[in-house]
């Protein structure tokens, strides 16, 4: 098992606020991906970054991968009540399984 | 497209029985497919990676005669939790992958309670 830890584990916000969420390992990745989790339900996938150092942006959210492709970092810009969730990284090993973080929490106040 | 489900979603079963949980890939073909299971407020735990056609890999600590899985085609993954005890309460999640790119695809999860 490969151990992703995340920060901060829980994180409750006002709207509009900005965020940082941290994914760190001393594995080296072969990819890595977010997801963001509701209550009963299965992660949906966000973004996949594979290549050190990319940087990618879904509307509000950017997100980064380290150069060592050993982390990672989810930035939201003017959260939203709608962004409250669970987010969760994975990263992919050599043989293509994912090892899931520790989650953050995110509660965004209206 | 990428769709996954899995069934049932929820599931109240008696100590000492077994319960299947199917993963099915509706609109394409999944060569790996994982199971996860989920405590509240916790993050996933990857519990084994199978492939079509072979034998299931299992994480350190996870039994492989108690939770057998079964990859028959590829579109379709089962977990069979055997004898199941309350301390196997808990939310599965499978996920598929396609040959396509990175990433995965995860079911809704099933909702397993022992009493």
């Known amino acids: 098992t490969q151990l992703l830890e995340q920060s901060p584990q829980f994180l409750s916000i006002q709207e509009g606020e900005n965020l940082t969420v941290y994914c760190n390992s001393s594995?080296?990745?072969?990819?890595l991906q977010w997801y963001r989790q509701e209550p009963g339900e299965g992660p949906v996938l966000l973004v996949t970054?594979?290549?050190?150092?990319e940087v990618k942006k879904l509307k509000r959210l950017t997100f980064q991968f380290g150069d060592a492709r050993k982390d990672s970092s989810l930035h939201i810009t003017a959260a939203q009540p709608g962004d409250t969730g669970l987010y969760l990284c994975a990263g992919a090993n050599t043989g293509n399984q994912f090892y899931f973080g520790t989650g953050t929490s995110l509660t965004v106040i209206p | 497209g990428a769709v996954v489900s899995q069934h049932p979603s929820r599931v109240i079963c008696k100590s000492g029985t077994s319960v299947k949980i199917e993963c099915r890939s509706l609109d394409f073909q999944a060569t790996t497919m994982f199971w996860y299971r989920q405590f509240p407020k916790q993050s996933l735990m990857l519990m084994a990676t199978s492939n079509e056609g072979s034998k299931a890999t299992y994480e350190q600590g996870v039994e492989k005669d108690k939770f057998l899985i079964n990859h028959a085609s590829l579109t379709l993954s089962t977990l069979t939790v055997t004898s199941a005890h309350p301390e196997d309460s808990s939310f599965y999640i499978c996920?598929?992958?396609?040959?396509w790119g990175h990433g995965q695809y995860f079911g809704p999860g099933t909702r397993l309670t022992v009493t």
């Open positions: 970054v594979v290549t050190g150092g």
């Open positions: 996920s598929a992958r396609g040959v």
């Open positions: 594995s080296v990745f072969s990819s």
